[in-house]
């Protein structure tokens, strides 16, 4: 016996879902204990360095199992057709139509729902949330108002490609409200209340560095701008060192500056700003008091 491992985020053409992939994992997990030799193939586009399909001989597999996901369309029946040969299981997936080909290739099908029968646990329900931090991401729009010294393309490119390799479950943070989207915050203690679920937030956006130190998170702020704008002013008001200006982004300075962000100093630094978040905040009773026209003697 040897055990094909696969499912939609095996496809070129499918998609890799955190269920689709920890179902697939945790097949391979319990093959593995068992001691019944598996492999798994993964797509191409989500993971150009493991094994592909075009990598596989089907010769040399006893058994296909395909977990997860609806058990349809034209690439399950591509798979029935490469792995005739093979005893064909489906395991996990939700049957939508029973007649489809695609369902009636496989030798056996056990669902997770559609065959009429109680539903079953989906395999992804083994999954625990792993170790790394949960990063707020909250990117500066084009901003035209700096003119010819925006770098905001290129600021965003590295950061997005750096963003790629780093160890962490990376949350888009958008800080404009809508009252009209129901995917957008619409107060914003809303918003605040994201950034305070963080445990560090990468923003070029001068209220992504507020919100997160006013909450206590502490934050890696780039500025778009050419020679420093208004997040490296807003840095330098807090007195807050996790800054980088637009001019001297790359990969190095990124590592650099994020290994200070997620170190102890930075987390107490981050506290300690957060219970100072409204002191020197300007006053604006103050300012309407010095309006005030003086009274004319009598």
């Known amino acids: 016996m040897r055990v094909l491992i696969c499912g939609w985020a095996s496809f070129r053409h499918g998609e890799a879902t955190a269920g689709d992939v920890a179902a697939l994992r945790y097949v391979g997990s319990d093959l593995t204990a068992a001691g019944i030799p598996c492999e798994?193939?993964?797509?191409?586009?989500?993971?150009?360095?493991?094994?592909?399909?075009?990598?596989?001989?089907?010769?040399?597999?006893?058994?296909?199992?395909?977990?997860?996901?609806?058990?349809?369309?034209?690439?399950?029946?591509?798979?029935?057709?490469?792995?005739?040969?093979?005893?064909?299981?489906?395991?996990?997936?939700?049957?939508?139509?029973?007649?489809?080909p695609a369902v009636l290739g496989f030798d056996t099908v056990l669902a997770r729902d559609g065959t009429g029968g109680p539903p079953a646990r989906d395999l992804a329900a083994h999954l625990r949330a792993g170790?790394?931090?949960?990063?707020?991401?909250?990117?500066?729009?084009?901003?035209?108002?700096?003119?010819?010294?925006?770098?905001?393309?290129?600021?965003h490119r590295q950061l997005l490609d750096w963003l790629t390799s780093l160890p962490c479950a990376p949350l888009p943070v958008e800080t404009r409200l809508d009252t009209r989207d129901g995917?957008?915050?619409?107060?914003?203690?809303?918003?605040?209340?994201?950034?305070?679920?963080?445990?560090?937030?990468?923003?070029?956006r001068l209220h992504g560095l507020v919100l997160a130190l006013a909450q206590g998170?502490?934050?890696?702020?780039?500025?778009?701008?050419?020679?420093?704008?208004?997040?490296?002013?807003?840095?330098?008001?807090?007195?807050?060192?996790?800054?980088?200006?637009?001019?001297?982004?790359?990969?190095?300075?990124?590592?650099?500056?994020?290994?200070?962000?997620?170190?102890?100093?930075?987390?107490?630094?981050?506290?300690?700003r957060a219970g100072t978040a409204t002191d020197p905040v300007t006053r604006p009773r103050e300012v309407l008091a010095r309006e005030q026209p003086t009274p004319e003697p009598r």
């Open 40 to 100: 798994t193939v993964w797509s191409p586009v989500f993971a150009p360095q493991q094994r592909h399909f075009d990598q596989v001989d089907p010769q040399r597999f006893s058994h296909v199992v395909f977990a997860c996901g609806p058990a349809h369309g034209w690439q399950v029946r591509e798979l029935h057709r490469r792995f005739a040969r093979c005893r064909r299981i489906a395991l996990g997936v939700s049957v939508i139509d029973p007649h489809d």
């Open 183 to 204: 995917l957008l915050c619409s107060t914003p203690e809303q918003c605040a209340a994201l950034f305070a679920r963080t445990d560090a937030v990468i923003t070029t």
């Open 131 to 155: 170790p790394d931090p949960v990063v707020g991401v909250a990117l500066a729009p084009g901003q035209p108002e700096y003119g010819s010294y925006r770098r905001h393309e290129h600021v």
């Open 217 to 272: 998170v502490p934050a890696l702020a780039v500025d778009p701008v050419s020679g420093g704008g208004k997040v490296a002013a807003q840095a330098r008001a807090w007195g807050w060192p996790g800054i980088l200006l637009a001019d001297d982004v790359g990969p190095e300075e990124l590592d650099e500056r994020w290994a200070w962000v997620r170190g102890e100093h930075a987390r107490r630094l981050a506290r300690e």
